[in-house]
């Protein structure tokens, strides 16, 4: 498992072809399927983005599609065979457009495109292009190839800055994004975990520069965002250039972007613990006792409690750093929500081990956590190691781990009940009336009497706290 952010999918929404409209031949559409985290998320808004200004739109109907691109993780091995299972769905709607005189073009980009190149198009032949996450930026000009009948392959890392050629909109085209956006400032990776593919699929850890970044949130804020939360595979480890022409952290940067008229919340995911450094940390901790616009929020991945465990999976860091860093948050901001990532059956993981991993979990309390069982990943270090955790014994160390981490969310959400908070109101809920918001510590909040407007920032009165989201009423 990466520590990149928590994973997510957004699937298309599926529809059978409809070989009588004809008409849709002429309209250029495409269907965007995201696997994995936040980032990918991002880049699949970008490459939308992207193919806007060659006449694309996008769409959640297959049938609609004229290009389908499928923007992949490779974290897990179940998520990479996934996408071969969706690709073997896809071609049969290819070849039926094809029937009736349409092309469809179907593309994969991502990790797994970036891992594995040329052999996606030996073993899928319905796949048309492949690219890599650093060369979306490219994406018009490779889809005219394909196009054209071209299989095309790109997957080396860009030498141009990619957010660089990203668009530019004025205000009047800007798309809409909702009141939330995510907004990647850092990409890659330097730290090499043994268990992690990210140094080989995204590359060396590169930052962008202040003036990028705060560009894009205006942009953002013009488009009726109202948070954003800051991306990276080590979003800590950014070092940008400011206004100033010295190099910025993070916390310099959080204070820079709360500046910015019209936006309300500000969050930042993922972290990593040897990122840490005393004058970083100092400045980014100042930003969350600083800045209200800085969420209640820490999501700083640990993977073990054991540091034998984590001296094997190269994380430079013992539990006790750990323990120390969630200290210091917690000493300026006693109320801020800790949530991690852990990896359960790692080669080498003891019982004693083990145990130490549920110990830390219960000092720290988290509001919320992602956990996994250990997957080899070809290509890294830890699939050279000999697998010394069975299956079955990795798989009732995640149960009751997650057991342990999802009595503590529970916790945390019950904790909530008869507090007031202010939420920020982001979707209609299933049912009339029904709103649903996000509270400062990132829980769903739904609104059973709500009639504000979507975007707007409301006080509530928690009334039931579930294992996965909180019940609140206006007041």
Known sequence: ?????????????????????????????????????????????????????????????????????????????????????????????????????????????????????????????????????????????????????????????????????????????????????????????????????????????????????????????????????????????????????NEWGLGDLLFELAKLSGLDRLRYTTSHPIDMSENSKDRLIAAHRDLDIVMPYLHLPVQSGSSRILKAMNRHHTADDYLRAIDRFRAVRPDIAISGDFIVGFPGESEDDFYLTLDLIRQVKYASAFSFRYSSRPGTPGALMKETVSLETASERLQELQALLNMQQYDFNKQCVEKTMNVLVEKPGKRPGQLIARSPWLQSVILNNGTDDIGDIVPVKIIEGSPNSLIGIRV
């Open 1 to 245: 498992m990466s520590e990149l952010l928590s994973p997510v999918v957004a699937e298309e929404q599926r529809s059978p072809l409809q070989p009588d409209r004809v008409e849709l031949a002429d309209r250029q559409k495409v269907l965007i399927k995201t696997y994995g985290c936040q980032m990918n998320v991002y880049d699949s808004e970008q490459m939308g983005d992207a193919l806007a200004g060659d006449g694309y739109e996008v769409t959640g109907k297959i049938e609609e599609a004229n290009l389908i691109l499928l923007n992949t993780c490779h974290i897990r091995e179940k998520a990479a065979e996934k996408v071969y299972s969706d690709i073997g769905r896809f071609r049969k709607f290819k070849e039926d457009k094809a029937a009736i005189g349409q092309k469809l073009v179907i593309g994969v980009t991502g990790c797994v495109a970036q891992a594995e190149g040329k052999e996606i198009l030996h073993r899928a032949r319905a796949v048309d292009l492949v690219v890599g996450p650093q060369t979306y930026h490219r994406l018009p000009e490779i889809v005219a190839r394909a196009l054209n009948g071209e299989r095309v392959v790109d997957t080396e890392y860009a030498t141009e800055d990619k957010f660089e050629y990203l668009p530019n909109s004025e205000p009047s085209q800007i798309i809409k994004r909702g009141v939330t956006a995510f907004l990647t400032i850092q990409e890659g990776c330097d730290k090499f975990c043994t268990f992690c593919v990210v140094p080989y699929t995204r590359g060396s850890e590169q930052s962008r520069s202040v003036k990028q970044i705060v560009d894009e949130a205006k942009r953002l804020i013009l488009s009726g965002v109202r948070e954003i939360t800051l991306l990276g595979q080590n979003v800590n480890a950014w070092h940008g250039q400011g206004p100033d022409g």
